[in-house]
């Protein structure tokens, strides 16, 4: 069983940039694929990124890609999106997610065991 608080959403300004952090707890943390999702009002939940349990293969959706980063910590049980030169179509709330295993990174929702609550983004144009 993994538990998951994502932190470090706020509103910031179009151009500026953010770092999202999601602390898990749970022994299997080490062993889990995890992935950034964002989900606006009345649309689907879309990938954002994700990172093998080693942190030795990592994706991104075409929108992020070039401008956001994920990278884990495995001894802090953490995982990061870094997000530089935000855009006000970035403005969603940001979920963490994690999956039992996973030696690649993943980019569909029901790949994913565990959600976080959630984190808001918002970025002024």
């Known amino acids: 069983q993994v538990q998951l608080v994502e932190s470090g959403g706020r509103l910031v300004q179009a151009g500026g940039s953010l770092r999202l952090s999601c602390a898990a707890s749970?022994?299997?943390?080490?062993?889990?694929?995890m992935g950034w999702f964002r989900q606006v009002p009345g649309k689907e939940r879309e990938f954002v990124g994700g990172i093998s349990w080693s942190g030795g293969s990592t994706g991104y959706a075409d929108s992020v890609k070039g401008r956001f980063t994920i990278s884990r910590d495995n001894a802090k049980n953490t995982v990061y999106l870094q997000m530089n030169s935000l855009k006000p179509e970035d403005t969603a709330v940001y979920y963490c997610?994690?999956?039992?295993?996973?030696?690649?990174?993943?980019?569909?929702?029901?790949?994913?065991?565990?959600w976080g609550q959630g984190t808001q983004v918002t970025v002024s144009s």
């Open positions: 749970g022994r299997t943390f080490s062993r889990c694929a």
């Open positions: 997610a994690a999956r039992d295993g996973g030696s690649y990174y993943y980019t569909r929702v029901y790949d994913y065991n565990y």
